[in-house]
Structure formats: C-alpha cells, structure tokens
C-alpha cells in the first residue's frame, strides 16, 4: 500500500515540483521516495514496504527498461501468474507482485487487468512509444485521479498532489455541491476540484499525444443460478476461507479491525491474528468495544480498545476532511481515523469486513415487511395518487409509510445515505450554486443497467457503484492511509464476487434476516451469537452533542461565519441547528453534511492558501 503521483507534458521537468508534490502523500508511504523522470513524464511513488522489502522499490522497470510502473496495491495472486510468466520466458529480477504487472502487461497489453486478483491503482509509462497506461481494480479499493491543465496530464493517487503544480488551477467544481448534500459524499466523476475527475472502478485509462482515452474493463451481469442451500453455504465458507488466506500475505504484521458485527467476526475467527482494534465512544450506547473484546478472548487474541470523546471528534475534524481529499460527511470516518492510529502503532496490514453487505445483502434497506409487500401488491397509480394526497397533509404516524409505498424504487433509492432531497437542497443553497441536477440524474444510468432485476438486485447495484466505492471504500482507504497503515477487504475478491452475483435473493434476505447465506456460513467459524447480530454500523453520538451547550456553539461559530454565508442561506442552516439544539427537530446528519463541507472548505480554500 502506497502512494503516487506524476505528469506528462512537454515542458522543461523542476525537481522541485514532483518533491513537493509527492511529499503531500507522505503518509501514504513514509519507507521510501523514487521519481522517474524524462523529457515527457515523471513519475514519483512514496513507499509503504509490504511484500519483498528490500527489493520491491518503485518506479519500477521491466529488463529492457523500456516500461515503468508505479502501484498502489497489492495482488494476491501475483506468484501464480509470475509462474505462468516464467514459462512464457519472461526474467524476473525481485519477488514483488509489482513486476509481476509490468511483465503482464508485457505479455498480454491491456488483459492482464482481467487477470489481477487483488486491489490495485497503477500507471505504466511506455517510454519509446510514449504513452501511459493505468487501471484501477474493479471494486474502487484504491484510488485513482486525473486531471489536464494547460497541456499537462496529471495523475495521483490523492487530489492534494496536484496542488503543487503550476499548472494546475484550483476552482470548486460548483456542479458538486448540492449532490453532495443529497449523498453526504461527492457522487459526480468529476470531483470538487474542477477539472479534476476519479477514474471509476473496473476501468483503465490510456494517454497518448494529449488525449484521454477511458474503457471499463470489469462487466458483469447479476443473474441467479438454482443452488442447493447447504452446499451453497459450504461452498461459501471454503471460498471465503481461501481469501482470507491470500489477504494474509506480507512480510510485515498483520492485525485485524473487529466490530461488534457478523462481518469482521467472521474474517478474525479465519484469520485469528495476534492482535485485533477496535473503537467506541465514551457515551452511553455508542459503545460496542466489549462485543470485540469477547470474541477476541474466545479466540485468545489480543484485543486493543480505545474510547473516544467529544473534544477528540471535533479536533480530529479537519484531518479527516484534508486527508479524504473531498467533502465527507460520514460520520464513522472519524472513529475509522482513529481506529487507524490505535493500529499503526502495533501492525502494518489490517483485514477488515467492508463489502460483504453489498454482495450478500446486508443492509436494512434490502429487507421488506409483509405489510410493505401487501401494500405494495395495490395498483401502482392507486398508491401513486394517495401518496401525493397523504403529501400534502401535516404529519402524521405512517405518512412516511405512504409516501415511499407510492413511489418506485427508482424514484428514491441512492444507497446508505439520504440526506436531503434536491429541493431541500437547493432551498438551503445560494443562487449561484443551485443546480438543475436531480439526484435521479446520477441514479438513473445504473438503474437503467439492472432494470429486468428485482428490487434487492437493484439496490445492491447501485450500491456497488456509489455508495461502496465513493463512501465506505474511499473513507477506509484515505482513514488508514493517513497512518501508514494498510487495509485489505477480503471480501471485495474478484473470485467470491463472481459467484456472489449468482446467488439467489431468497437465499440473501429470508424470513426477515439479511445476508442470510454469510450468515449461515458464518456459523462454520463464528460463535453463534456474532453470526446473528443485527448491522449496527459505527454510531457516533454527535445529534446528541450538539445539543450540548459547548458543542452547539463550536458548530453555530462555523454556520455563521462568512465561509457559510458564501454558499448557504444562513437563516435556514441556522435554523436547522436551532430547532435541532431545542430537541423539535432530529436534523444532526443535515448540519453534520453542512459542517463538514465548510470545514473542508476552511482547509483547502483559505488554509492552504496561505
């Protein structure tokens, strides 16, 4: 796990500006720092040792040194394609899964993308043809973003190194903002800092004589197979065990983050390291550190715990937002931040659990009452017309019940994460930076993609392309990083996934239970009382402190600033705190999003200014 970033252009090459650009990434990779650099690219990478630690610097070339490489990553299938490799006659110098890539793509050009198990984010640099090629894994585990200002292509691995560059223009990227008020992270491919766009998951991008050609590589189609349910459970557990055991590579140490949940139980009761995490909040009832606790002594491991407070999370705030690149309003990025400093003081590598509910159906969201199913059975131009009645009335219990009965699917899911909808949104926003753009505008295209599938398959789809990789993976990979620290998701497996998408709804939400089947499996290596726990996710009390006198005022400070008054109208944000502080109102998320954009903004647009 590292960090790179680099340019292409024609212009005469300063030293000094790919240090510094590369030295905004230090946290990536503290071990060691190379560039390449010739008359038209150069390429720097800051070094996290994981695998062959004595050989395994980068930039890396292949014999001829005709091809250079920079990765971020790691593959866990690099030695059997380095035998497969060897065979064809290719001469490898060191034991780093990196060479294996650049001797892949020797071999098999733009392929050997379909053949890489693992999490990557890579350039190659062609240095007789001058052209650049580079991917990004199909799940979005690591980063990749770009941008092309005044003839310079620039490419990293976080947004912050492009700062440096004098050829880059810092502009907020307008467009962005209200949908981030909608999704609490930034949902557009281009990104808050105009111009600048992150290449998607599954896709690779090629660079030559000045122009940017993208194509996704990773296509896949959910299509259900008839699987007897026992051996489907077996099946599962045996491939789950087989990853955990390809995660585990390294030459440095290797801990584990574990929740109170099904999914990280199950890869600690797998990998059973020395040593697991965990994190909670000295509040009564956001503290879950002693589900971790036992489990770690029923499988007599060390468990070290760390309890956070208030005055932590609101000093932690704006290192998480510098170091997420872009606004983030999620707020279990702040436990994740510090769960990531408690383990960097002991490992290098942490498993953890992300992606598991995407691919077998964990979220709430998924699971659908019989009186919602009854209800839904009605006409569809019947629950329509009552919804837009029941619309017009003053609250009352069950309207909300009404209103999503009258609605397609397509027509209010997003993900995890609702915040407010476009016109509350815009309401709250100043004229310049209202937008025309729906949240449906962003939804649509993947809804379109799965439009014959059921309703499950069709949230898990748009999950897997916004919400995990913009949301969970972008915050766990920019939390850890921001220690040193690597994190590997050995569910997010190129190879569980392709019979994930095979796996039959009923046998992922049934009798009222999600992700049933990883349950089912789960129970082989997990004490039963983790394999049944309800997803909690990571609660964070922050409604309930700023409710309190000396928090209401930290935030009410920053609502009326003039940063605030520069994109909101100040009287309803203000308001929203108000009515949130004197309890007639839950609106914590809302002013968490708000918060969190301005703290953001405070860092990147004034700060790091002067």
């Known amino acids: 796990m590292c960090g790179f970033t680099g340019y292409i252009n024609k212009k005469e090459k300063d030293k000094k500006v790919i240090d510094k650009m590369s030295k905004l990434i230090e946290h990536r990779g503290p071990d060691d720092y190379s560039c390449y650099e010739d008359n038209d690219a150069v390429l720097a990478f800051r070094r996290l040792s994981i695998i062959d630690l004595k050989n395994g610097r980068q930039p890396m ?267 983030h309003a999620n707020l279990s990025a702040v436990p994740l931040y510090f769960l990531s400093e408690l383990a960097r003081k002991d490992v290098t590598v942490v498993l953890s659990g992300e992606g598991a509910d995407e691919l077998y159906g964990g979220y709430e969201e998924y699971y659908t009452s019989t009186v919602f199913k009854c209800y839904k059975k009605i006409p569809y131009i019947i629950r329509k017309g009552i919804k837009n009645i029941v619309s017009k009335f003053p609250y009352f219990k069950g309207q909300g019940f009404l209103i999503k009965g009258g609605k397609k699917l397509e027509e209010y899911y997003i993900g995890q994460a609702f915040i407010m909808d476009d016109d509350e949104a815009n309401n709250i926003l100043n004229n310049q930076y209202k937008s025309k753009l729906s949240f449906r505008d962003i939804t649509k295209p993947y809804f379109d993609e799965v439009k014959d599938q059921d309703d499950v398959t069709k949230m898990q789809y748009i999950d897997m392309n916004l919400w995990l990789p913009n949301d969970i993976l972008l915050k766990a990979d920019k939390m850890t990083m921001a220690h040193s620290l690597e994190l590997r998701v050995p569910f997010l497996d190129r190879e569980l996934f392709k019979k994930s998408i095979t796996i039959p709804t009923k046998y992922k939400i049934s009798n009222g239970t999600t992700k049933y089947v990883l349950r089912k499996a789960s129970e082989k290596e997990v004490p039963l009382e983790w394999a049944k726990r309800k997803k909690k996710g990571f609660p964070v009390p922050f409604s309930i402190w700023i409710r309190e006198e000396k928090y209401y005022k930290k935030v009410k400070e920053m609502l009326e600033s003039d940063i605030c008054k520069k994109f909101f109208n100040q009287d309803i944000v203000l308001d929203l705190l108000e009515k949130h502080y004197q309890n007639k109102e839950n609106n914590g998320r809302k002013i968490y999003t708000i918060y969190s954009f301005l703290i953001w903004y405070k860092k990147y647009f004034i700060e790091l200014n002067n």
Do not use: C
């Open 61 to 327: 070339f292949n014999e001829d040194e005709s091809l250079v490489i920079i990765f971020n990553g790691e593959i866990y299938n690099f030695q059997e394609l380095k035998e497969d490799l060897i065979k064809k006659g290719h001469k490898f110098k060191n034991n780093s899964d990196t060479e294996t890539i650049l001797h892949g793509y020797e071999e098999y050009k733009e392929k050997i993308v379909d053949k890489l198990r693992g999490m990557f984010a890579f350039v190659i640099w062609d240095i007789k043809k001058k052209e650049m090629f580079g991917a990004r894994d199909p799940f979005g585990i690591k980063p990749f973003y770009y941008t092309k200002q005044n003839d310079t292509f620039m490419f990293s691995s976080e947004i912050k190194t492009f700062l440096p560059h004098p050829d880059f223009k810092k502009e907020l990227n307008k467009e962005a903002l209200k949908p981030y008020l909608t999704f609490q992270y930034s949902a557009l491919e281009e990104t808050f800092f105009k111009g600048v766009y992150r290449l998607k998951p599954g896709h690779l991008i090629k660079y030559k004589n000045g122009e940017i050609t993208i194509k996704k590589y990773f296509n896949y189609k959910y299509k259900e197979q008839k699987q007897e349910f026992e051996k489907l459970v077996d099946e599962l557990n045996n491939d789950i065990k087989e990853s955990v055991k390809y995660h585990k590579i390294s030459d440095v140490k290797v801990g584990a983050f574990l929740s109170g949940g099904v999914d990280s139980s199950y890869v600690v009761s797998i990998l059973k390291p020395n040593e697991t995490f965990s994190v909670g909040f000295d509040y009564e009832k956001f503290n879950e550190t002693n589900y971790s606790k036992e489990l770690s002594d029923l499988l007599n491991i060390e468990n070290k715990r760390k309890l956070i407070n208030a005055d932590e999370f609101f000093e932690a705030l704006p290192n998480v937002q510098y170091y997420s690149d872009e606004p």
